[in-house]
């Protein structure tokens, strides 16, 4: 074995063996027969090779121009679209209309927008500006094959400089973390390269606007592709450049990548969408603390803000027009599930579970016989836990089934459902859509309160917007964004009338902080202790009573 330092072309070449694999698995689902094109159902691929296999919205000639329109996944499922009675899309795709007023689901009299604690999210996503290195140099790429000269290269050598701009600043990073994140400005080095980047860009558009009198159709569709890349590229550092107070700005180290998004996103969707077709948004967490104040607010409505008066007289919204309506839910939650409050536990720190919390979640697990759900916030806490409990219940040989980076979350969760006596841990990915009911998941342990990491971009701006506005970041973003997080987690255990189980929450903040109980009138209302005797006796019993039928 050697252990001396990697080689970096031994690691270089291990990268495009990945990315190599990847694109195949790509390949293989795109060409079968059940493949909709969709990202959210396509196989978990590195995003560069997601990136270099499909088109953008801007760059898209159009089915009608395009040599393969006649199999493109988005066009035939928009032909689809226009002819049914009920569409059923997902919240990106609504997002990206409603924010670019860009027609893409055909005209419908109304809006049912499922799992609405989502979409706030999934609309900032969907907005958000991303400007990598290898996009920039794809589009170079371009712009030479199909309109070569000297406005051409001039883009290529500006591209090349800034790739060796963001190499530059990615060292940086890994000597200096405090660069990576959230950032007020962007850095000199990037800025300059990027400049040079808009005037190229600016040249070779000025050069296929002036040919678009003269050269055949064909060619022509070719460049309409060139010049969709293009005005992508040009609008993104556009926005770059002058980020502005409304936006958040921060260099990602991992891809090396700049983003851009809205701090904001709820007047874009009052505008867009509230006031434009009928909206009834649904989920089984829409409320925080019993108050659906903050995901109604998320999503457009303005409720008892200053500017109310001002936004009513606009016509922007009508709050007799809205009406909210708890239905409850079918499940017998106090008598079908109990939640287990360890107070005695230490309080979490930034270095993972602590070796009480691991201890006790592995008592848990022994009691249940497995069956457990074991979610984390970090995958630090999922590589800790996997050590400890492989130690702790070696003897026992439950299956013990751990999530990795990359890792599809579907052939996970079958795998769990399918083996009684498992054990899952994840992380963030497997806290929401979860739903494994029956004996193999009688016990959902959660090692600590979600709240967003401090060095998250978008929410850490978020709530220093809510600080200076004279509110509080922590009660107005940090703790509503953990409640709907915690909700979401501990809904996972109770999935059909005869499940049964326990919930434990490895974080004693929930009872010894004056938050707690925000947190827990989040959460389907269990029957609670901080026994954990009583818990593990009954874990015990179900078990019994499970290896019995």
């Keep these: 074995m050697?252990?001396?330092?990697?080689?970096?072309?031994?690691?270089?070449?291990?990268?495009?063996?990945?990315?190599?694999s990847d694109a195949k698995r790509l390949?293989?689902?795109?060409?079968s027969p059940k493949a909709s094109g969709d990202r959210d159902d396509a196989p978990d691929v590195d995003r560069r090779v997601w990136y270099a296999n499909s088109v953008s919205g801007r760059e898209c000639m159009g089915a009608d121009e395009c040599p393969y329109g006649h199999k493109c996944f988005a066009a035939l499922a928009k032909a689809k679209a226009q002819t049914a009675d009920v569409v059923v899309t997902n919240h990106t795709l609504l997002a990206i209309e409603i924010v670019d007023s860009h027609p893409i689901l055909p005209e419908r009299d109304a809006i049912i927008l499922d799992e609405a604690h989502e979409f706030m999210d999934r609309t900032t996503q969907a907005v958000t500006e991303e400007l990598t290195a290898p996009r920039v140099i794809r589009a170079a790429a371009m712009a030479?094959?199909?309109?070569?000269?000297?406005?051409?290269?001039?883009?290529t050598k500006a591209a090349d400089k800034f790739a060796d701009a963001v190499d530059d600043y990615s060292e940086d990073v890994k000597t200096d973390p405090s660069k990576s994140g959230r950032l007020d400005e962007l850095p000199k080095q990037l800025e300059s390269s990027m400049r040079a980047i808009k005037e190229a860009v600016a040249a070779v558009l000025q050069l296929i606007n002036a040919d678009a009198e003269v050269i055949d159709p064909n060619t022509m569709a070719e460049r309409a592709r060139v010049k969709g890349a293009l005005n992508e590229i040009s609008q993104t550092v556009t926005k770059l450049l002058k980020p502005g107070h409304t936006h958040v700005l921060w260099f990602e180290p991992t891809y090396s990548t700049l983003y851009l998004a809205p701090l904001s996103v709820s007047d874009v969707l009052r505008r867009n969408l509230l006031t434009e077709t009928p909206v009834i948004?649904?989920?089984?967490?829409?409320?925080?603390?019993?108050?659906?104040?903050?995901?109604?607010?998320?999503?457009?409505?303005?409720?008892?803000?200053?500017?109310?008066?001002?936004?009513?007289?606009?016509?922007?919204?009508?709050?007799?027009?809205?009406?909210?309506?708890?239905?409850g839910s079918p499940f017998d939650f106090a008598n079908q599930g109990m939640l287990y409050l360890p107070k005695h536990l230490p309080e979490p720190g930034r270095d993972g579970p602590s070796i009480e919390a691991l201890t006790e979640l592995g008592e848990l697990i022994e009691a249940a016989g497995g069956r457990t759900l074991a979610l984390f916030s970090s995958w630090r806490g999922v590589e800790m836990a996997d050590e400890h409990l492989r130690k702790v219940l070696a003897d026992l040989k439950l299956p013990i089934i751990t999530q990795r980076r990359g890792d599809a979350v579907g052939p996970l969760v079958d795998k769990f459902a399918s083996i009684p006596n498992s054990i899952l841990l994840g992380t963030i990915s497997l806290w929401q859509g979860i739903d494994v009911p029956g004996p193999s998941c009688t016990l959902v342990a959660i090692d600590r309160i979600p709240f967003p990491r401090p060095d998250e971009p978008v929410m850490s701006a978020r709530a220093a917007e809510?600080?200076?506005?004279g509110g509080s970041g922590f009660m107005q973003i940090s703790l509503p964004r953990a409640a709907l997080l915690l909700a979401q987690g501990t809904g996972r255990l109770i999935r059909s009338i005869d499940d049964r189980g326990v919930v434990a929450i490895l974080d004693s903040r929930i009872v010894n902080k004056r938050y707690g109980s925000i947190?827990?009138?989040?959460?389907?209302?269990?029957?609670?202790?901080?026994?954990?005797v009583v818990i593990k006796d009954a874990l015990k019993r179900l078990n019994e009573q499970y290896l019995k039928d």
């Design 466 to 469: 809510a600080d200076a506005s």
């Design 144 to 155: 030479r094959k199909h309109m070569p000269g000297k406005a051409s290269e001039a883009f």
């Design 519 to 532: 947190l827990l009138n989040s959460m389907p209302p269990f029957w609670r202790t901080n026994d954990g």
């Design 27 to 31: 390949r293989a689902w795109a060409e």
């Design 281 to 327: 948004a649904t989920s089984a967490t829409l409320t925080v603390g019993k108050s659906f104040d903050a995901i109604a607010k998320n999503i457009g409505f303005v409720i008892g803000e200053k500017d109310e008066d001002q936004e009513m007289a606009e016509g922007l919204i009508d709050p007799a027009n809205l009406q909210i309506l708890d239905v």
């Design 2 to 20: 050697n252990n001396s330092e990697g080689d970096p072309e031994n690691q270089a070449v291990l990268e495009v063996s990945s990315l190599e």
